[in-house]
Structures are given as C-alpha cells and as structure tokens.
C-alpha cells in the first residue's frame, strides 16, 4: 500500500499533510484503530529545519518525545545524537543499532545499574543531576580508561511560561544543580576531584516553551556560570548544551529563532553547543486515527466516544493539552461535539470539535499531532492494548514499526501463584 496519491500537503514545515477516507479506511481494515501514524516527510521537515542553522551545534533528539526504535535508527541514520534518559531508552536504542558512543545519559535519579550498564556500553556523555551520582560514576568508572564526557545539569533558576508539570528549569526545580543554590561550583568541584573531567554544562528550562525571554535568561545564566567555571578551572569547560523545549502550536518561534536566542545571548563563541529537541521533532510528523464508538445527545450536545482513550494519548487528562481533530467523512452540515475516551474516567479527550450532524458508529476521526508523547506514554489501563504506529515514508510505502499490543503480550509477565 502507498500513500502518497491519498494526501493533502500543507505546509510540510508546519504540520503533517492529512489522509483522505479512503485511504484510512485501508489503514482501518489492515492495522485496526486506534493507529498512530508518523509521516516521515515531516520528521525530515523538521529535522532540516533544525539543520539549517549556519553554524555547528550539535544535535540530539530526545528519545522520550517518540522511542520506536525505527524512529531511533532515523534520527542516527541522520547524523543525531541520541538523548536518553533511562537504561530503556538506552537499550532501545542499541538495539536500534544507535553505538552507545552516539547516546547522551540524562536523569535526575539514576541507578548505580544504571550508570554501570551505560558506562560498559560506551555511552558517549553523561549529564549529571547531583552529587551523589558523581561518586556513583566515580565508583563505576574505577580502572575503565574510557571516561566518558561529563557535563553538569544545571537549574538556572529561569522559570518559562509554561505548564508546571513540564517546567524543569527553576529555583525549586528537583532537576540538575541549583544554581541560585550554589551547587555548580561545588559539583564542578567534586568531579574534578573524582577524576571525572567535567567539561560541559548542560540546561533544560521545560517543554512546550514559546517564550524566548526564558531561553534567553536560562542562556545568560550559564553565561556567568561558564565564567565562574573559567575563571577557577581555566579551559576546562569546552561545551554547552541549552536542551530541548521548543514548543509546537501557531505562532511558535522558528527552531533557527530558537537556538539564536540562546547562542547570540550566551557570551562566549569558542564553545562546542548543543541542542536536543524532541517534541518539536515528531509532534506534528504524528496523527491518531479513531473509530467512532458510540454517540449520545446529553442536555442537547453531541458526546462522542472513540475506541481509544487516555491509555492512547493522556496529555488532554494530564496537560490539558489541545489537538485539531478532523472527522474523515465531509459533511455540509456540521455541529459541535465533544470527543470522550472509553475509559473510565470522563475522559474527555477533545472539546468542540465540529463534526458531521450524522456522525455515525464506525466514522473516522483524525487527530492531529500526537507523534510526540503519546506512543511513549501509552499504558495499558482498562486492559487496552496499545495502538500500532505505521510509518509513511517518503517514497510513498506504509510501514508497520510496532505492531498493536496483544492481549498474550499484555499477559506474558503476570503469574497466578498457584
Ligand atoms: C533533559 C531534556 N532534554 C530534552 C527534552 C526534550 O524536550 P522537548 O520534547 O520539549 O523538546 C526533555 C524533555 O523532558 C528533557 O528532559
């Protein structure tokens, strides 16, 4: 099956082209819904986007944001570091076919196993979150001659506008080094003891990040801090790497504006720089294609329910985040409608949204830009398997990269004890 004829193109830098019926009805019959489908043309959009800077910064994509392992392989067939923040994240990408080499090691609280399976896998960086993890690497590392690099997760102390649960970056923040703590210097202090040879320092304000005034005070930040490293261990800093966070909506900076505000803000140039983004990298390259599974009038207004849920995509339960969704069948008269999961919660997934006045069992609908953090965070809650995601490739072919859960997979680690 190819996919190419089926599309509307829109601007592919700002989202995803749309499918039309007849196609997600084949995508329907062969893979079953709710489906999560990632179109590679706009993972490379993006990516070029990224790229086009004029000037070397490094770039990891943040695992967390979509870990398929074919989306993993993607990103490193690119030329991307990977950024993983688990043992997990890890092993998917190793068995990606990513070298360790290519992975950066992220966390707030890292297990000793951990840090000793990354560092005997050859992981190429660490970011250490605080000081107990720096004895914990000293520990493992003993007599292994290949110290990875070392870089400093850093709170600066900046808080973006943004929702609470993703803002990473602030005084009270439970990630990295405090700096309006004054831990840096300390931690900088310590690892230089332990023999670790920190040379980088690393800040990530939040996701969903609009607002370039904080990348701007999070950059200027690690500027004083860079210097209070310079002016007590002289050259040894050789790297800054100002995380991920772009966010994806209208209106969004460019990710060009993006890390400008950071790089012309940062004081010195003769650094190595980095970035990881990782929503703004698959989010929009991603949809969700639903059946409609039930329909009910209450107090006038149309509550639709589909066959997935909060178990496919809990950002609505857990950010209130918003999505565009586009019933598939086209109808001239249309009403508002508000879109349920079946789960036992509400679960209200998607509000006002304009549907066909006959909507009808069985009817498609297609969610709009969920290819970032919702295949990662699906579960199984109410005993749902989760969804299978194909991917559209350029040259037109449907993949299947993971297919739906079954209910044997869903049962092979539970024991009935006798
Ligand atoms: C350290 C780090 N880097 C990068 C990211 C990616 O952020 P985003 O998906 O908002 O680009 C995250 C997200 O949690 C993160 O914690």
């Not at 800077?53 to 993993?72: D, G, R």
């Not at 720089?273 to 698959?282: A, D, I, T, W």
């Amino acid at each position: 099956m190819t996919w190419l004829k089926s599309v509307t193109h829109t601007a592919m830098e700002k989202a995803a082209p749309s499918i039309d019926l007849e196609f997600a009805e084949k995508l329907r019959e062969q893979f079953g819904t709710p489906l999560y489908i990632l179109f590679e043309e706009v993972v490379a959009a993006k990516s070029s986007s990224w790229e086009a800077i004029n000037q070397p910064v490094h770039l990891s994509y943040a695992t967390k944001a979509n870990p398929t392992l074919e989306v993993l392989r993607w990103f490193a067939d690119r030329g991307w570091s990977l950024d993983v923040a688990s043992e997990g994240e890890l092993r998917a990408a190793l068995t990606a076919g990513v070298s360790a080499a290519d992975c950066r090691f992220h966390g707030n609280a890292k297990l000793q196993s951990e840090l000793e399976f990354a560092l005997g896998a050859g992981i190429g960086e660490i970011i250490a979150d605080n000081m107990e993890e720096l004895e914990m690497i000293a520990s493992c590392v003993g007599g292994q001659t290949a110290m990875p690099r070392l870089a400093l997760r850093v709170a600066p102390g900046v808080n973006p506008e943004t929702n609470a649960k993703i803002s990473t970056g602030g005084a009270a923040s439970k990630f990295g080094f405090s700096w309006p703590e004054g831990e840096v210097i300390p931690a900088w202090e310590l690892a230089t003891e332990l023999g670790l040879q920190p040379s980088g320092l690393h800040a990530h304000i939040g996701s969903q990040i609009i607002d370039l005034q904080a990348s701007k005070e999070s950059a200027e930040t690690l500027g004083q801090i860079a210097a209070e490293v310079e002016s007590r261990f002289p050259h040894a800093l050789k790297s800054v790497n100002f995380g991920g966070g772009l966010g994806v909506a209208n209106g969004v900076p460019s990710p060009k504006e993006y890390m400008l505000a950071s790089l012309e803000t940062f004081p010195r140039k003769d650094l190595e720089f980095g970035f990881e983004p990782g929503r703004s990298m698959v989010a929009d390259a991603g949809k969700t294609l639903y059946s409609v599974a039930a329909i009910k009038r209450r107090q006038g207004k149309l509550l639709v329910s589909v066959d997935g849920g909060l178990s496919d995509n809990p950002r609505p339960a857990l950010y209130g985040a918003k999505y565009d969704v586009e019933p598939l069948r086209k109808s001239a008269q249309t009403e508002s409608a508000d879109i349920f999961g079946r789960h036992c919660e509400t679960d209200l997934l998607f509000e006002d949204i304009q549907v066909p006045t006959d909507l009808e069992i069985g009817d498609l609908l297609l969610v709009h830009g969920t290819g970032a953090y919702n295949a990662t965070m699906a579960s199984n809650y109410n005993r749902f398997p989760r969804p299978a995601q194909v991917f559209l490739r350029s040259s037109g072919e449907v993949q299947l990269i993971q297919r739906r859960e079954t209910y044997q997979d869903m049962f092979a680690r539970e024991i009935l004890p006798r």
